[in-house]
């Protein structure tokens, strides 16, 4: 069994700060590209970054300049640094991992629980 688990999220003030973790746990053999979305209230979910196992990083246009994705490879964990942040980031942040569990050929996107992000103008 593989499962995410984040932390992070919260209330901050426009142009504050925070930092997302989602880590990933269970039976893997290996993880591939991880990175996260969000979901704005009455928005569909988005794309805001990811990243490969070789750490090659691709952002939303949106986020650019003010995000920072990385990775622990050995924790086999994703973080999400967010600076600058907008009122219009506010919403529930979802990471999710493409992982090759043990004893299986299939490398399915797992997801986490998702985090609520609230930027207060």
Known sequence: QVQLV???GGLVQAGGSLRL???ASGSIFSVNAMGWYRQGPGKQRELVATITSG????YADSVKGRFT????????TVYLQMN???PEDTGVYYCY???LPLLTTLSPNYWG???????SS
């Open 69 to 76: 994705i990385s990775r622990d490879n050995a924790k086999n």
């Open 113 to 119: 629980q998702g985090t609520q992000v609230t930027v």
């Open 55 to 58: 750490g090659s990083t691709n």
């Open 6 to 8: 984040e932390s992070g």
């Open 84 to 86: 600058s942040l907008k």
């Open 21 to 23: 973790s989602c880590a």
């Open 97 to 99: 991992a493409n992982i």
